[in-house]
């Protein structure tokens, strides 16, 4: 098998020498080419489907979920990859703004197809020498570019969720480092700060490390969005008041409904005169740092502790990419997360047990993502992606200006980033001035379309309400394969579909 002689053995029926399973060149050559056929070329085609919306019971029959004692041959397994991929939304389509990622890039696709074939964990040099030195030279230049002259340390793992937690429990860890080994019985009631408009990982993230959600205490934010650093001043002080301490301020860089940005260098300077740990959710915000153009957004991120920044949002690394960084030379995420596992850190090793970065990492098993960053930043260049930023929310520009042309269409706020929030107004609702009634029917008008576009397939975009705000669009801009004729599609097709409400 493979070109390897067999001989037999048996212990109890079952076999012991040779391969347990048949070659599988073969199949993954017949995969491939379903997967490039009908996730790379049929998905990324303008002319076909979003997505083929169906409900969940019939989503069941037509799957045929259920996992049997008897395996399947290999073209029916092959034919529950193309069903698979066809009932699936085809996030890399040109017209799907639904979410904060989007489109298909190829070299980090290549390098995720890599990374399942090589099939190791990035925790060992040992175990995985290619990745760790490239996960090391990716957090080197993302650290150069936030502008931390001296350097810094960082770790990738699965999501921004994930990254928010790791600076909560790095900031309670500078604060006492003793809370590792005793636990909190003892401990003050610690207060968290973040605004009103920050992701809620950031909640997620006090309830999970036993501080409590009622111990973030959210920031005020003005009317596009932005923490207000006087509101903040005022809570700290509030906080201490109340006999709470004070230990971590949480600022935002490219809010996840209006993309906007918290202004940093001001809440800085609040955080150094309380001497709390500042860390900045730059999961969406941080590609802004790669322009000369908008990197602006982000000014005074060097004064920062800490950044979350996702590179599978703008600047489209394949699902998932996420880096947490730390302003720190001080070893302090391996002393805050390290266990010392004797069977994979032993210090008496032959090579520098420096590589071994498992250790700073509150997983065992982790996927080399930053090869998905590194082989796509090789092939393209700061330059280019750059480029891949400005043309962003150039697009974003367009659509913004067209919108306020039409007819029907109304703007929540000029957009500071590549978020686009806006409501359509149907005719029948036009003539109506502005007040409960208006606002009661206009509730329930995104709903109405959302469902129309799913179940035709033609795009993909989200809504929500916020405060007391009706219903409205959030579009956001990411992909170059999206054309100016893609967002004029979408407000023709959005009309199309709720002139009649």
Not at 35 to 62: F, G, H, M
Not at 308 to 326: D, E, G, I, T
Not at 413 to 440: D, V
Request: glycine content about 6%; aromatic content about 10%; some cysteine.
């Amino acid at each position: 098998i493979n070109g390897r002689s067999v001989k037999s053995g048996k212990d109890g029926g079952v076999f012991l020498n040779g391969a347990t399973v048949d070659p599988v060149e073969g199949f993954i050559r017949q995969a491939m080419e379903v997967i490039l056929d009908e996730a790379v070329r049929k998905a990324t085609d303008v002319n076909e489907k979003v997505c083929e919306w169906r409900s969940p019971e019939q989503l069941k029959e037509l799957l045929d979920l259920e996992l049997k004692d008897e395996g399947e041959s290999e073209s029916k397994i092959l034919q529950r990859c193309r069903e698979a991929i066809r009932y699936s939304v085809k996030t890399s389509h040109p017209r799907f703004f639904n979410q904060l990622f989007a489109g298909l890039e190829p070299y980090s696709t290549v390098a995720s197809f890599i990374i399942e074939s090589i099939k190791t964990s990035l925790y060992t040099y040992e175990v995985a020498p290619v990745f760790t030195l490239m996960e090391n030279a990716v957090l080197r230049k993302m650290i150069e570019t936030i502008g931390w002259e001296e350097g810094g340390d960082g770790i990738f793992n699965p999501g921004g969720s994930m990254s928010n937690m790791y600076a909560m429990n790095l900031a309670r860890y500078r604060y006492c480092p003793d809370w590792k080994e005793v636990g909190l019985y003892s401990a003050p009631r610690l207060v968290v700060f973040t605004s009103q408009e920050s992701h809620y990982s950031i909640s997620k993230a006090a309830a999970l490390m036993g501080l409590g959600t009622k111990n973030v205490y959210m920031v005020p934010s003005d009317q596009r969005g932005k923490m207000i650093p006087s509101a903040l001043e005022e809570r700290i002080q509030l906080a201490k008041r109340e006999g709470a301490v004070p230990f971590m301020v949480n600022a935002t860089a490219g809010t996840t409904v209006f993309g906007a940005f918290d202004p940093i260098e001001e809440i800085a300077s609040v955080c150094e005169k309380h001497n709390l740990w500042l860390h900045v959710d730059a999961c969406w915000g941080g590609a802004a740092l790669m322009s000369k153009k908008h990197k602006h957004l982000l000014k005074g991120i060097h004064r920062v502790h800490s950044v979350s920044w996702n590179p599978h949002k703008m600047l489209m690394a394949s699902l998932q990419c996420s880096a947490f960084l730390v302003r720190d030379k001080t070893s302090l995420l391996q002393r805050c997360h390290s266990a010392r596992a004797s069977y994979l850190f032993q210090q008496d090793k032959f090579y520098d047990v420096s590589y071994d970065t498992g250790d700073k990492s509150v997983q065992c098993s982790r996927k080399p993502d930053a090869f998905k960053l590194w082989l796509m930043w090789k092939a393209l260049g700061s330059r280019e992606l750059e480029q891949r930023v400005d043309r962003a929310l150039a697009m974003a520009r367009y659509l913004t200006q067209e919108i306020k042309k039409r007819d029907g269409f109304q703007l929540l706020m000029e957009p500071e980033f590549a978020n686009m929030c806006f409501w359509y107004i149907p005719p029948s609702l036009r003539k109506l001035p502005e007040g409960p009634e208006l606002w009661t029917k206009l509730h329930a008008v995104a709903p109405v379309i959302k469902e129309r576009m799913m179940k035709t397939g033609s795009m993909m975009i989200g809504y929500q309400t916020h405060g007391d705000k009706p219903n409205f669009f959030r579009m956001v801009v990411i992909s170059p394969q999206v054309s100016r004729q893609d967002l004029d599609f979408v407000l023709e097709e959005i009309h199309h579909l709720g002139q009649d409400l």
